[in-house]
């Protein structure tokens, strides 16, 4: 396993603000609100990054292509793996990094067409930024915020040039 970035004290900061559209309320109010958008929008993919919104898309019928998981939520609660799937990838990725493994597989993974799973033993929050880098133009990848609601990052040449920023301002790896 090769550390790609390490997360700085400043861009964990500059993270917790959401990266996208904020969708505040309850499940069903939240998930009403993406139907509409993702009928309104049809966005070219939708991949979603934790395991609470990644579980609440499935049971409202909005069945994201790629699934980014670690089976816990906020980071202590075991959540078990219950949603279809074609394919199950496995990688690493330690809290705090982005590993050369996980965006080897979320960049595979959105090259097909196949309803992906990628579960992390780690942490999959920074992949949320690897997810936006390589989506298609006009993708969605949804997260959740904690206590606040569920985020829609349109996936746009402005919000992929943010992200190579935030990986230019993380501490790259030394190998």
Known sequence: MTIAYTITPELRVKLKDPFGTLIQGSFLETMNKIKKLVEIEKPTRIISVGDIVSR???????????????NVSLRYQKIPEEDPVDKTVYVKNPQGTITHEAIVAVKKAL??????????????????????????????????????????????????????????GMKPSKS
């Open 56 to 70: 609440n898309l499935h049971k409202s019928n909005i069945n994201p292509q790629l699934t980014i998981i670690d």
């Open 111 to 168: 090259e097909g067409k196949k309803h992906i799973h990628i579960v992390v033993d780690g942490e999959e929050d920074l992949l949320t930024l690897i997810a936006v880098l390589y989506a298609p133009e006009n993708s969605f990848v949804v997260y959740g915020q904690p206590y606040l609601g569920v985020v829609i990052i349109r996936a746009t040449s402005e919000k992929k040039a943010q992200v190579k920023a935030f990986l230019n």
